[in-house]
């Protein structure tokens, strides 16, 4: 069991939006409550709650974003949320009550709760027990993962979450390791496993000038995704540059710093492809 942590005392729960810069907000949890929390999952770290997203699931959504995430984009918007202790400790029950709230109105404008990130796999076990805690209450949920860490979720786990919002960039495995650091294995296989099952994929796929608009590459992923069968959507977003301020004030390297946003005929242009495989993309 983890013993019970003070709420932080300075910064609420609830952010205006991820885009705030959140750091350290963990630190001084002990290393063995950390241990503790992963493997049991009775406590998370959180970056933030946010409400009325409209972009994060079908409807409108109250938002957790969790921090950790092993994945280094080089596009990522949000690297604030890489390190787990820049999160909040938060208690299970607690982060359930939080989205309990909003049941009613959840349900009156068909939306939900959705899990976030970083990547809310990497504490899988409280992910585990808070998309079940919120599907008790009979709200809608959805995970939105690299897949990494998909394995870690028991088949009676997949069975809590209604949507899960996979982000794929790449379906070649060079590219995917220049890209994010990582292999791209482990995503395509959760994408596999949750095509077997017949469970609901939206993909969301971030258009990068320069680093993921092939459009050939793009052709071939869409392959892939096509082929799957479950894959309800790809959204398209086009890269912008709001999360800058947060590779600078965290003092990393940030390699797209001259990168312009994708014109609208560009990112048209990507749907199309992934239409002319069979897709639905907006
Ligand atoms: S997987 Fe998501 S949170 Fe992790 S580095 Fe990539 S964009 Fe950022």
């Known amino acids: 069991m983890v013993p019970p942590m003070p709420e932080h005392q300075t910064v609420g729960l609830e952010a205006k939006s991820p885009f705030e810069l959140r750091v350290h907000l963990g630190d001084d949890v002990p290393e063995q409550t950390v241990r503790e929390a992963l493997a049991t999952g009775d406590m998370?770290?959180?970056?933030?709650?946010?409400?009325?997203?409209?972009?994060?699931?079908p409807g409108v959504r109250v938002v957790a974003w969790t921090t950790g995430c092993m994945w280094r984009c080089r596009y990522c918007h949000n690297p604030d949320t890489w390190t787990l202790s820049n999160g909040m400790p938060v208690s299970?029950?607690?982060?359930?009550?939080e989205v309990g709230k909003y049941r009613e109105g959840l349900k009156v404008m068909k939306g939900g709760f959705t899990l976030s990130g970083g990547d809310?796999?990497?504490?899988?076990?409280?992910?585990?027990?808070?998309?079940?805690?919120?599907?008790?209450?009979g709200i809608h949920t959805t995970i939105e993962t690299n897949g990494y860490y998909g394995d870690k979720l028991s088949d009676a786990e997949l069975d809590t979450?209604?949507?899960?919002?996979?982000?794929?960039?790449?379906?070649?495995?060079?590219?995917?390791?220049?890209?994010?650091?990582?292999?791209?294995?482990p995503t395509l296989d959760f994408a596999r496993r949750l095509a077997?099952?017949?469970?609901?994929?939206?993909?969301?796929?971030?258009l990068v000038p320069g680093l993921t608009d092939d459009m050939d590459d793009l052709a071939r992923t869409a392959e892939f995704a096509a082929a799957l069968g479950n894959v309800e959507q790809v959204e398209v977003l086009p890269f912008h540059q709001m999360g800058k301020f947060k590779w600078?004030?965290?003092?990393?390297?940030?390699?797209?710093?001259?990168v312009q946003p994708p014109t609208a005929e560009a990112t048209e242009r990507a749907c199309e492809v992934l239409r002319r495989a069979g897709l639905k993309a907006h």
């Open 161 to 185: 979450i209604d949507l899960v919002m996979l982000g794929i960039k790449t379906w070649d495995p060079v590219r995917h390791q220049a890209l994010t650091g990582m292999d791209v294995t």
């Open 248 to 258: 600078e004030r965290l003092g990393l390297s940030y390699s797209l710093t001259d």
């Open 92 to 97: 299970v029950a607690r982060a359930a009550e």
């Open 44 to 57: 998370g770290f959180v970056h933030s709650f946010t409400t009325g997203s409209a972009v994060d699931g």
């Open 196 to 206: 077997a099952r017949r469970q609901p994929i939206w993909i969301r796929f971030v």
């Open 120 to 137: 809310p796999l990497m504490q899988h076990r409280f992910a585990a027990k808070l998309l079940a805690a919120v599907r008790k209450m």
